[in-house]
């Protein structure tokens, strides 16, 4: 009986150990994620190409407009205008959630951002950790409407599309 307990007090600390290295694993994810978009978001905020080179090759781009679904080349194409102007967009985190699959290949984050030109706003992103770092698959961006004024603004998105 005491072999037993004993073995059962050893396996619960195992697992007890092997949870915490998890939440360390984890919480280093997050960081490394956090690194890696608020360095995505300085890249466009001061007009470097290297912007691009952290979307997939098959990554796609949502903006605001319901007409924005752009592959990454259609995206940096669009773009282009902008980074060549020097006057891209500038998106600061106000706040990031950060999430995993088991094996940490897939990563999926939502966050709250304070921008130059819209204002607050919400976006959504996928990051798939690869041999050479991460790199984004899927990014979506939308404006923060507060509940109080949404009706108003459908109703003003409604007359735009009637002059269509």
């Known amino acids: 009986m005491k072999r037993f307990?004993?073995?059962?007090?050893?396996?619960?600390?195992?697992?007890?150990?092997?949870?915490?290295?998890n939440a360390a694993t984890d919480a280093e994810l997050t960081k490394q994620v956090n690194a890696f978009v608020d360095e995505w978001h300085d890249d466009a905020a001061n007009t470097r190409m290297a912007y691009f080179d952290k979307i997939a090759k098959d990554g796609v781009y949502i903006?605001?407009?319901?007409?924005?679904?752009?592959?990454?080349?259609?995206?940096?194409?669009?773009?282009?205008?902008?980074?060549?102007?020097?006057?891209a967009w500038t998106f600061k985190a106000t706040r990031r959630h950060v999430y995993a699959s088991a094996d940490k290949s897939l990563i999926w984050f939502d966050e709250l951002l304070d921008t130059r030109n819209m204002g607050h706003a919400m976006a959504s992103g996928v990051i798939r950790k690869t041999a050479k770092g991460f790199e984004i698959v899927h990014y979506q961006l939308s404006l923060a409407v507060p509940n109080e004024v949404i009706d108003q603004v459908t109703g003003i998105i409604a007359g735009h599309e009637k002059k269509k």
């Open 5 to 21: 307990l004993t073995a059962c007090f050893l396996c619960l600390g195992l697992i007890g150990a092997a949870n915490a290295a």
């Open 63 to 87: 903006g605001t407009d319901r007409s924005e679904l752009w592959t990454r080349d259609e995206f940096k194409a669009w773009s282009k205008k902008y980074f060549d102007a020097r006057s």
